[in-house]
T-cell receptor, first 115, second 112 residues
C-alpha cells in the first residue's frame, strides 16, 4: 500500500519561472493538504483540498500560488514567477476525511530551490 | 490566536535513557493532537495521537500525556535509541478543523 507520493523530490527553478509540485494521496484518501517548511522551521499550512474543491486556502499567499486536486490525477501546487523566498520544502499530506480525529500522512516532500 | 510551541529547541540524551519532549498549545478548544517525527530530508512521520477526552495514551515505547488545564502536551520515549534522533513536532487541529498547526520542533540527539 503506497504512501503519499510527491514528485519531483528536488526541483530547481530560475527566478521568474514556474514550479509545479505533484502529490498523489494514499489509496482511498480524498483529502489533501499542502504545507511549506523553511529551514529550521515547523510546517506551515497552505491549503486543504478535496476532489475538485478548495476547502481552506487561508495559508496560501494571495499571489502567484495556486492549488488544484482534479477528479482524476494528482494534486498540483503551482507557483508562478518564483522568487528566491519561495525556496523551501513543500509537503503534501492526505487523509481519508476531516473528522477532528483524523490523522494525516505526509509524503517525502519536494525541495524547491530558486536560483 | 492559534499557535503551538515547544519548550526546548534541542534535547540531548544518552542511549537507553528516557526522553521527554514538551509542547504548549494555546487553543483551549483543540480536541486532537498528534506527535510527528521528522528525520533529515524526509517528511513528518506519524508517531502517536491523542484526543482531548484522554489524558494519556501509550504506544510502542512512546507515551503521550495531555494536560488540558495548563494546555500542555508531552511525548515520552522510553529507552531512547540512536534511531530516535530526529526533529519532533507536536501539532493540533486548527479551529476550523481543516488543518494541523505545527510548532517549531525539538531536535532530539541520542548519543551511544
Amino acid at each position: 500500500n503506497a504512501g503519499v507520493m510527491q514528485n519531483p523530490r528536488h526541483l530547481v527553478r530560475r527566478r521568474g519561472q514556474e514550479a509545479r509540485l505533484r502529490c498523489s494521496p494514499m489509496k482511498g484518501h480524498s483529502h489533501v493538504y499542502w504545507y511549506r517548511q523553511l529551514p529550521e522551521e515547523g510546517l506551515k499550512f497552505m491549503v486543504y483540498l478535496q476532489k475538485e474543491n478548495i476547502i481552506d486556502e487561508s495559508g496560501m499567499p494571495k499571489e502567484r500560488f495556486s492549488a488544484e486536486f482534479p477528479k482524476e490525477g494528482p494534486s498540483i501546487l503551482r507557483i508562478q514567477q518564483v522568487v528566491r523566498g519561495d525556496s523551501a520544502a513543500y509537503f503534501c499530506a492526505s487523509s481519508p476525511g476531516t473528522g477532528s480525529n483524523t490523522e494525516a500522512f505526509f509524503g517525502q516532500g519536494t525541495r524547491l530551490t530558486v536560483v | 490566536g492559534e499557535s503551538v510551541g515547544l519548550h526546548l529547541p534541542t534535547l540531548s540524551v544518552q542511549e537507553g535513557d528516557n526522553s521527554i519532549i514538551n509542547c504548549a498549545y494555546s487553543n483551549s478548544a483543540s480536541d486532537y493532537f498528534i506527535w510527528y517525527k521528522q528525520e533529515s530530508g524526509k517528511g513528518p512521520q506519524f508517531i502517536i495521537d491523542i484526543r482531548s477526552n484522554m489524558d494519556k495514551r501509550q504506544g510502542q515505547r512512546v507515551t503521550v500525556l495531555l494536560n488540558k488545564t495548563v494546555k500542555h502536551l508531552s511525548l515520552q520515549i522510553a529507552a531512547t535509541q540512536p534511531g530516535d534522533s530526529a526533529v519532533y513536532f507536536c501539532a493540533e487541529k486548527n479551529q476550523a478543523g481543516t488543518a494541523l498547526i505545527f510548532g517549531k520542533g525539538t531536535t532530539l540527539s541520542v548519543s551511544s
